[in-house]
């Protein structure tokens, strides 16, 4: 089993800055893409920004150039770092991992329970 737990979620104002993290344990063999996405009321829940075992990258381009997303593989853990943020960048943001565990060799998706980024004008 994998438990992904997010944490740095809070009330920020606009233009202000936050750091997500979320790190993985459990039964891990290896981790392919780490992600967070994002969901605001009424809303469906959209990518925000994914990183590869290797190190690359992929933006929703709503957040480029003001989201970084970075990941440390010894720790099996991903950060989001916030900048700029918007009043439209609050929702509930939710870690999310491509886990092969030892039990089972095939990639599988794994879901944190989410942390609240609420953002005032």
């Known amino acids: 089993q994998v438990q992904l737990v997010e944490s740095g979620g809070g009330l920020v104002q606009a233009g202000g800055s936050l750091r997500l993290s979320c790190a993985a344990s459990?039964?891990?063999?290896?981790?392919?893409?780490m992600g967070w996405y994002r969901q605001a009321p009424g809303e469906q829940r959209e990518l925000v920004a994914s990183?590869?075992?290797?190190?690359?990258?992929n933006y929703a381009d709503s957040v480029k150039g003001r989201f970084a997303i970075s990941r440390d593989n010894a720790k099996n853990t991903v950060y989001l770092q916030m900048t700029s943020l918007k009043p439209e960048d609050t929702a509930v943001y939710y870690c999310n991992a491509e886990v092969r565990t030892y039990q089972v060799m095939i990639g599988r998706d794994y879901w944190g329970e989410g942390t609240l980024v609420t953002v005032s004008s």
């Open positions: 990183i590869r075992g290797s190190g690359r990258t």
């Open positions: 459990g039964s891990i063999f290896s981790i392919n893409v």
